[in-house]
């Protein structure tokens, strides 16, 4: 359906509100007692036909006057509760909702299953394909951060106007237990923890290859710290700051040349 397309004399612009409007309820009036029917007028028209024209708008169907089923798809699409089942090569997931989405409108909201594990920080959805749009996710603080996404996951997701949100709190288990001399724990206030021993064997002054964090912070880091594990007293360990540090790994240099072992600690979100 199109509400703006008539047989003859349509106008360029919306008709005014009504200065003075008959309010109540229609009557065919009776000519008998002078009574005069109801006029609707333009401006009631305009009212009926622009609000039908916003069911289709929000579930992006474009007005056709040559589809009569337009509106039932709108409704369909607006409430149905089905559940969609993604597609594509993790972390690229697509989505194909029946009838297909026009174009992307905020607050398009859809029940996916998730039939992959994806990559935090590289997840994301192409809806009809119409464009690809990062997959976030809401932490301990409200801020809106990299999704996370495993497979069988089944969640709501909205279009926020820039962004696909997973709509559940992001997955922290703060029961996990460290298990080894490099890993990591998760805390309740949102915050991560890393540690772990890197032996390298280097020359005095030259900085170390990478060393990976056990996970990527997916935020940002807050601090690292390095010392020397071993008998020799004048080692001195420092990180580095000639590559820059990341939320994935970082680098450290010595003022002894040989095989050392360091024990590293760092805190980030």
């Known amino acids: 359906m ?8 349509a106008s360029a612009s919306p008709p005014p509100a009504e200065a003075a409007p008959s309010t109540g309820y229609p009557t065919d009036g009776n000519p008998s007692l002078a009574l005069p029917a109801t006029v609707p007028g333009a401006a009631w028209f305009h009212q ?16 056709s006057a040559a589809d009569l089923t337009q509106l039932h798809a ?19 997931f697509t989505l194909t909702p029946s009838p297909a989405i026009a174009a992307y409108v905020a607050g398009q909201r859809y029940r996916i299953n998730f039939h992959a594990t994806g990559t935090t920080g590289s997840n994301t959805l192409n809806v009809s394909a119409l464009g690809v749009k990062n997959l976030k996710q809401y932490d301990a603080f409200g801020a809106k951060v990299p999704a996370m996404v495993v497979s069988g996951q089944l969640t709501d997701v ?19 237990k460290p298990i080894s001399a490099n890993d990591y724990q998760l ?17 005095a002054g030259i900085e170390s290859a990478a060393v990976m964090f056990p996970i990527t912070f997916p935020n940002a880091i807050f601090g690292i710290f390095i010392c020397h594990i ?10 580095s700051n000639t590559t820059p540090h990341t939320t994935s790994k970082f680098h450290w240099k010595s003022n002894h040349t040989g095989s050392q072992s360091h024990f590293w600690f760092a805190i980030g979100r």
Request: glycine share 6%.
């Open 2 to 9: 199109d509400n703006r397309k008539f047989q003859t004399a």
């Open 48 to 63: 009926i036909g622009e609000e039908l024209r916003n069911l289709l708008t929000q579930a992006s169907i474009i007005p």
């Open 74 to 92: 709108a409704i369909k699409t607006l409430f149905s509760n089905a559940t969609i089942t993604s597609a594509g090569a993790a972390p690229t």
């Open 158 to 176: 909205e279009y926020d106007g820039v962004d696909m949100v997973i709509l559940d709190p992001l997955m922290v288990d703060f029961s996990r």
């Open 187 to 203: 805390l309740p206030s949102g915050s991560i923890i890393q540690w772990g021993i890197n032996a390298q064997n280097i020359t």
């Open 230 to 239: 071993g008998a020799i007293e004048t080692v001195n360990v420092i990180i």
